[in-house]
T-cell receptor, first 112, second 110 residues
Framework: IAGITQAPTSQILAAGRRMTLRCTQD?????MYWYRQDLGLGLRLIHY???????GKGEVPDGYSVSRANTDDFPLTLASAVPSQTSVYFC???????????FGQGTRLTVV | TQLLEQSPQFLSIQEGENLTVYCNSS?????LQWYRQEPGEGPVLLVT?????EVKKLKRLTFQFGDARKDSSLHITAAQPGDTGLYLC??????????FGTGTRLTIIP
């Protein structure tokens, strides 16, 4: 079944460590996004990509970086994790920017 | 950053009752999407509304877009336990990225 795959599904990470969350889609969507979801704050956009080779900052980009080397993959890297980055991270894609978004099942990250 | 307010934040009702949840902004939406998210899953799109005054129906769910395109509502008729979940609205303000509301957490009690 076509869709978005995120890995890992959950992770406990020591503060200061580097971590890459993986995201792959097989729908040939142009746009991809990373969100974090926290209680009471909803989904907040971290970074996005309009198309392969381009990326942009969302609402809460600090402490995160992304790359979009090809259409299918959009990894999110935490260079030096901090406890405030404990959250559930969702990757999503859409055919074009701001059209119907398809979400992965999320990565639950705990930074201790 | 555009703000979307959803109300109520939490809603718990008995099976068979009707309910309405709301999504409001002080700015005009180019379009608005409604998603439902179940525990441990990502959000899934229910509907997109684009035209002011538009009404869309999805079985027992009725979505309405305000005439001024600043608000939207979701009405559920004869709620069922399967309707339980987090309902999120997401607004597109012109060329800005989609902005999500904080959601309404709905629980239907059998």
């Amino acid at each position: 079944i076509a869709g978005i795959t995120q890995a890992p599904t959950s992770q406990i990470l020591a503060a200061g460590r580097r971590m890459t969350l993986r995201c792959t889609q097989d729908m040939r969507h142009n746009a991809m996004y990373w969100y974090r979801q926290d209680l009471g704050l909803g989904l907040r956009l971290i970074h996005y990509s309009n198309t392969a080779g381009t990326t942009g900052k969302g609402e809460v980009p600090d402490g995160y970086s992304v790359s979009r080397a090809n259409t299918d993959d959009f990894p999110l890297t935490l260079a030096s994790a901090v406890p405030s980055q404990t959250s559930v991270y969702f990757c999503a894609s859409s055919l074009q920017m701001n059209t119907e978004a398809f979400f992965g099942q999320g990565t639950r990250l705990t930074v201790v | 950053t555009q703000l979307l307010e959803q109300s109520p934040q939490f809603l718990s009702i008995q099976e068979g009752e009707n309910l309405t949840v709301y999504c409001n902004s002080s700015s005009v939406f180019s379009s608005l999407q409604w998603y439902r998210q179940e525990p441990g899953e990502g959000p899934v799109l229910l509907v997109t509304v684009v035209t002011g005054g538009e009404v869309k129906k999805l079985k027992r769910l009725t979505f309405q877009f305000g005439d001024a395109r600043k608000d939207s509502s979701l009405h559920i008729t004869a709620a069922q336990p399967g309707d339980t979940g987090l309902y999120l609205c997401a607004g597109n303000f012109g060329n800005e990225k989609l902005t999500f509301g904080t959601g309404t957490r709905l629980t239907i009690i059998p």
